[in-house]
C-alpha cells in the first residue's frame, strides 16, 4: 500500500538526512511522525470522499496524492521544503489508509472476508520490507543522492495502485446505496462464490440500505444525502447502543494498536540497535532489514489463520507475545545500558525480542485493526465510522514519532518499554472483555452482535440459539 515504504525508508533515512541537512533530534522526531498527523486531513477528507465519488475512484485519487508527495520529498533541497512533501504524502496516506479495508470488506464474502481485507496489511508490510531494502542499497551512494533516492522512489507503487483502481470492479454496497441496483447484480454476480451466494447477498444489502425486497429496477432513485450530518448525529451525537459499542471498539483497537509502541520499534529501529550495541550504519541496517523480513513473513501467516481461527484468538495471542517481548527488550535494553562493556548475551535478547514483537503484532494485532473495525460499522455509517479508527491510529502513531527520541532521554531508552508493556497488558485485557468474535457474520449481521458491551457472549449465545431454531423450523417446514 502507497505510504508503507515511506515507513520503512524514514527509519533509516534520517540516518543520512542529519547528516547532510544538519538538524537536531527534535526535528527528526517531527519530520518522521508528523505524517501521521498529516494523515489525518486525508482520513476525515476520504469518507465524504468515498461516499461522494465511490471507493474505486477514492483510491486512485490517495495514489496521486501520495505520488506528489513521494516526488516533492525526493526533490526537497532543505527541511521545509522536506516538511511541505510530507504533508502532501501524510494527506494520501491518511485516504489510503481509510479506504482500503472499507473497500476490499465491502467486496469480500463473509467466509474469506479476514483473508481479504487483511491483504493490504500485506502490502504495507512488504513496502516497509522494501522501504528498508532500499535503504541498504542506496546507502552507498553519495549522502545528499541517497536519502532523497530512498524517499522519491516511493512514488512508483502509487502508479501501479492507481492503475489497478481503474480496472477494479466498484463496492457493491456503494452501487445500491446509489440505487444503481443493476450495476450492483453485475458485480455481486462476479465476486460471489456462486449465483445463490450473489442474490442473498443482494438481498441483505438491499434490506440494510432500505430498499424494499420486491424492488428489482436496475437503477432506483435514492434521497439526497445531506451533507454528512445525519451520520455524525448517529455516531457522535446520539449513537445507539450498538453503535456506541462499535465505536469504543473501534478507537479502542485502533489506541491500543499504536500506543502499545510498534512504530517505536518499526520507525527507530536503527536507534533502538545501536543502543543495543550495534555501532555501525550497515549494520544497524541489515539488522532492520530482518526487521522487516519478519514482519512481513508473519502478516502472511495471519492473513490465512483470520477465518480459520478467528479475530479473538489471534488477537490475544499477539498481543500476549508482544507483551512478552517488549518485557524481554526492555529488560535487555537496560541491561546494556547499564554496563560499560559489550554483553553479548543481552544484545542478542534484544535483537531477538525486537524481531520476536514485530513478529507477534503482524500475526493479530497489525491486521486485525483494520480488518475488525472496517465489517462493524453499519452500511450507513461505515466510511466515516472508519475514519475515525484511521484518526486515532494516526494520532497515536503521530505521537509516538514525534516523542520516542525525548521519551527515552527523560526516562531511559529500557523505561519506554516498560510503559509500552503496561500499555499492551491494559490492551489485552480490554480486547478479552469488549470486542465479540467477527468470523463468519456477514456484514449485514454485525450490528447485532454489539450493544451490550460486557455482556456480548451472552448475546452471541442468544444469537446462535435463535438461529437453530430458525433453521429447524425451516426444516420441519420442507
Known amino acids: 500500500m502507497i505510504g508503507s515504504s515511506d515507513t520503512g525508508v524514514m527509519s533509516g533515512a534520517v540516518i543520512y538526512i542529519k547528516k547532510d541537512l544538519k538538524i537536531t533530534d527534535v526535528e527528526i522526531e517531527v519530520i518522521v511522525g508528523i505524517i501521521n498527523l498529516y494523515a489525518l486531513f486525508g482520513a476525515a477528507a476520504a469518507g465524504r470522499t468515498s461516499d461522494w465519488i465511490g471507493r474505486r475512484y477514492t483510491i486512485v485519487c490517495a495514489a496521486g496524492i501520495f505520488f506528489a508527495g513521494a ?54 508490510n512488504f513496502g516497509v520490507l522494501l522501504g528498508y531494502v ?44 446509489q440505487g444503481r441496483l443493476g450495476d450492483a447484480k453485475k458485480v455481486l454476480y462476479k465476486i460471489s462464490d456462486s449465483k445463490e451466494d450473489a442474490q442473498l ?101 495471519a492473513t490465512f489463520l483470520l477465518d480459520r481461527i478467528g479475530r479473538r484468538p489471534l488477537l490475544l495471542t499477539s498481543c500476549g507475545g508482544m507483551i512478552l517481548s517488549l518485557i524481554g527488550l526492555a529488560v535487555g535494553l537496560t541491561i546494556v545500558n547499564h554496563s560499560d562493556h559489550n554483553i553479548t548475551w543481552a544484545i542478542a535478547l534484544c535483537i531477538t525480542t525486537v524481531l520476536s514483537m514485530v513478529g507477534f503484532f503482524s500475526i493479530g494485532m497489525g491486521p486485525i485493526a483494520w480488518v475488525y473495525s472496517s465489517e462493524i460499522f453499519p452500511l450507513k455509517l461505515r466510511a466515516q465510522g472508519c475514519s475515525i479508527g484511521v484518526a486515532v491510529n494516526r494520532v497515536v502513531s503521530g505521537v509516538i514519532g514525534m516523542t520516542f527520541i525525548s521519551l527515552y532521554k527523560a526516562m531511559t531508552i529500557g523505561g519506554a518499554f516498560f510503559m509500552f508493556t503496561g500499555i499492551a497488558s491494559v490492551a489485552w485485557v480490554f480486547f478479552y472483555t469488549l470486542l465479540p468474535e467477527t468470523q463468519g457474520r456477514t456484514l449485514e449481521e454485525m450490528e447485532t452482535l454489539f450493544g451490550t458491551y460486557f455482556k456480548w457472549r451472552s448475546t452471541m449465545k442468544n444469537l446462535e440459539n435463535k438461529k437453530e431454531d430458525d433453521d429447524g423450523e425451516t426444516n420441519t417446514q420442507t
Open 71 to 124: 516526488l516533492l520529498m525526493g526533490l526537497a533541497t532543505n527541511y521545509a521544503f522536506l516538511m511541505v512533501g510530507r504533508f502532501v504524502a501524510g494527506v494520501g496516506v491518511g485516504y489510503a489508509l481509510m479506504i482500503a479495508p472499507v473497500y476490499t470488506a465491502e467486496l469480500a464474502p463473509s467466509a474469506s472476508r479476514g483473508f481479504l481485507t487483511s491483504l493490504p496489511e500485506v502490502f504495507i
Open 134 to 177: 532500499s535503504n541498504y542499497a542506496f546507502s552507498k551512494l553519495p549522502t545528499q543522492l541517497g536519502w532523497r533516492l530512498m524517499l522519491g522512489i516511493g512514488a512508483v507503487p502509487s502508479v501501479f495502485l492507481a492503475v489497478g483502481g481503474l480496472v477494479m470492479p466498484e463496492s457493491p454496497r456503494w452501487l445500491i446505496m
Open 201 to 301: 447477498r443482494f438481498a441483505d444489502i438491499k434490506e440494510a440500505v432500505g430498499i424494499p425486497e420486491s424492488c428489482n429496477d436496475d437503477v432506483v432513485q435514492r434521497p439526497k444525502r445531506s451533507r454528512g450530518e445525519d451520520v455524525w448525529r448517529e455516531l457522535l451525537l446520539r449513537p445507539t447502543p450498538s453503535v456506541r459499542h462499535i465505536l469504543i471498539a473501534v478507537i479502542g483497537i485502533h489506541f491500543f494498536q499504536q500506543s502499545s509502541g510498534i512504530d517505536a520499534v518499526v520507525l527507530y529501529s536503527p536507534r533502538i540497535f545501536e543502543k543495543a550495541g550495534i555501532k555501525d550504519d550497515t549494520d544497524k541496517l541489515l539488522a532492520t532489514m530482518a526487521v522487516g523480513f519478519t514482519k512481513t513473513t508473519f502478516v502472511l501467516v
